[in-house]
């Protein structure tokens, strides 16, 4: 990689007008956890080259958007199905959780069913091919792990309908879809409020993330799909990010990725992107070869769910066309008991 002396000076300056001090509460879960360094366990055909797969949505049928989404229904319902095998009312209870919880997640399962079976009608009302599941690695260890990794999962399936209903060509769909939608929000409101005690949205909006951006997050947990399903709306899992768990607003952060899906021939080229419910923000790293970059503070935005994404403009609004990794979705969680909230609502 190229090393420049006066590119280095020049940040260096730009580094030296930020100090933050890291408060230690505000811990990011990376949902990705064990992060894998291979992009995807997805095998598709136009994923084995950065020129082969298109960014340009425009030719998509309304069966792979509705496939994409069954898609992504799937791989909830084999999470819950799993963990709800796995954890036992017994080991929630260990995990200092009322049966009530359990009872709410087994409920959540059954409503996941219930999208599956919506979207299968539809797609053969419009005599479709149909997607079938795939197997999937989720790797959540404990009760714990399980209602992290379900809060971000719901978190992201509100950002993938958010994003996917410009896609729809009929408008008929869009009620069945945004009311799926909709549920999708209650259900992460739901986990982040009353099971974590935690922030019950970001901010005033979702985060809309393309089909390729979504389907990135997704592979992480999905080990190989029938070679029969037909196409859906994604075609792309870019590269990963590597964020460590350590990660946190204000933080100087050593992130990870690879760059081989980019013309740029150094990070001076490439910035940092947090896609945040209040807009985009951008850092650059803090030289030319060290992957390193000072994290947004929470006053600046880095609040609630936040997806990094490593991108080659600042000047474009953050597209399938300017990413070169990511997305990693960070949750910096904020306090629904926070006393002076508390103190709003007096009993
Ligand atoms: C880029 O790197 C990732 C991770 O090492 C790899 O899975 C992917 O196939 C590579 N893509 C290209 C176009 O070489
Ligand atoms: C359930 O347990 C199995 C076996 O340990 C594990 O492979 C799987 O990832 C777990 N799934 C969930 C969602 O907890
Ligand atoms: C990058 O960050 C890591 C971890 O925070 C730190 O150990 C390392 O010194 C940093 N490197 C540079 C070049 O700043
Ligand atoms: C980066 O920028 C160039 C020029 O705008 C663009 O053609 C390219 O597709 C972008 N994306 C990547 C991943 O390099
Ligand atoms: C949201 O962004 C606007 C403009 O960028 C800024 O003025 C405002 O303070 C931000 N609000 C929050 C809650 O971060
Ligand atoms: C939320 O507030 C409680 C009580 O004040 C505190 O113990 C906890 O650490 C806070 N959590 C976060 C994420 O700020």
Redesign the pocket.
Known sequence: MMKSALFLSALAFFSSTKAYTIPQSKRTIDIVGKSRNSASHYSSSSSSSSSSYSSDYSSITDAEVLNYALTLEHLEV???T??L???SADAFAAAGFAAAVRANYDEILSHEETHITLLQSVLEEMGADIVQECT??????DVA??IA?SAAFETVGASAYSGASELLSDRELLPAASSILSTEARQSTWIQSTVQHLNPWSGAFEVPLTPNQIFTIASNFIVTCPSSNPPIAATHAFPPIGIPTTAAPGASVQLSFNLNETSASDLSELFVAFLTSNGTIFEQFSSSDSYNVTFPTQEEGLLGTVFVLIVNSTTEAVTDATTVAGPTPLMFPFNATDPQIEALFPN
């Open positions: 084999a999470f819950y799993q963990g095998a796995n954890f999937y690695d989720f790797g959540s260890v792990s399980f990794m």
